[in-house]
């Protein structure tokens, strides 16, 4: 099964720094004040104390990366991930307006960090060191935002020429080795919906299970509106993210579709029998597949 017309490959590497350090000298100043083993704790600096220039890229990348994975499903141990086709031009856009964000940050926290360092002495108090400071110059090599697409490669890519019978051999035996990694590689990609889909179904079912030898004060939940926006988003979700078009995936998916596109939450809130049908289905769904 080729899947290079369905998926390419997609990496994200954003680096922030983290502007902390660990302060030996309090470390041991405080745990020799304790009277505590050496290896008792740590002393860790917030080098910019008193603002949040720095921790709202962090709070970005933060964002970029979960969004990156949210629309990915893993590829390589590191790195590469895969990117169904459908949703290349959302993803694009989304990561290209990320860089442009995460940037435009950056040059305003550049701008700034002469004086946040100014600053330092007086938030830091006694704790301030001036080395713990490095120059812009290192500060800006410090974050970055690194995006790449690439093409899926399949076997029929690699190419050498055969000079004799015994070499074509060896090229035909390294592409049908190739096939099956690629197979056994995506075998695995697929279990990351499989998982997201489990892990939704089980969280609705327990999240439906009432605790009917509780009293009244302590066996009330509280049920929110994710409890049926998540699951439909994740539904529309793995419609896309099917790129093996699994019919078994696909029809998990419909059914749990099916299951939570008339809810109501409040009716949800209100009625126990409808908190015990939902939860009926949605284990019928897990007992229906195998996981």
């Known amino acids: 099964m080729s899947i290079s017309s369905s998926a390419?490959?997609?990496s994200l590497n954003i680096s922030v720094w983290p502007a902390s350090t660990i302060d030996k000298e309090v470390t041991t100043k405080v745990l020799d004040d304790a009277m505590a083993h050496q290896n008792?704790?740590?002393?860790?600096k917030d080098l910019l104390a008193g603002t949040s220039l720095r921790k709202d890229i962090e709070n970005r990348a933060a964002r970029a990366?979960?969004?990156?994975?949210?629309?990915?499903?893993?590829?390589?141990?590191?790195?590469?991930?895969?990117?169904?086709?459908?949703?290349?031009?959302?993803?694009?856009q989304t990561i290209d307006k990320e860089l442009l964000e995460f940037d435009t940050m950056c040059e305003e926290f550049f701008q700034a960090y002469p004086s946040l360092c100014a600053a330092a002495p007086v938030n830091m108090g006694k704790l301030f060191k001036r080395d713990d400071y490095p120059d812009l110059d290192v500060v800006r090599g410090r974050f970055g935002f690194?995006?790449?697409?690439?093409?899926?490669?399949?076997?029929?890519?690699?190419?050498?020429?055969?000079?004799?019978?015994?070499?074509a051999d060896q090229i035909a035996d390294i592409k049908t080795k190739y096939d099956a990694d690629m197979q056994a590689r995506l075998a695995?990609?697929?279990r990351d919906?499989?998982?997201?889909?489990?892990k939704m179904l089980t969280t609705i079912s327990s999240k439906l299970t009432d605790d009917k030898n509780a009293s009244e004060d302590t066996k009330g939940k509280r049920y929110h509106d994710t409890l049926v926006t998540n699951p439909l988003e994740l539904c529309a979700l793995l419609g896309k993210l099917n790129i093996t078009k699994d019919p078994k995936l696909e029809d998990a998916r419909l059914q749990l579709e099916a299951t939570m596109r008339h809810a109501d939450i409040e009716v949800i809130k209100s009625s126990p029998d409808v908190r015990e049908s939902i939860k009926a289905k949605v284990d019928t769904i897990l007992g229906k597949f195998d996981w």
């Open 8 to 10: 390419v490959l997609v």
């Open 40 to 44: 008792a704790g740590k002393f860790k």
């Open 65 to 92: 990366r979960q969004f990156h994975a949210k629309n990915t499903i893993p590829w390589a141990d590191k790195g590469d991930r895969l990117l169904p086709t459908s949703l290349f031009l959302e993803y694009k």
């Open 146 to 167: 690194r995006s790449r697409i690439s093409p899926l490669p399949e076997a029929g890519d690699f190419r050498l020429d055969a000079g004799n019978q015994e070499i």
């Open 188 to 190: 695995d990609a697929m």
């Open 193 to 198: 919906p499989w998982d997201r889909l489990h």
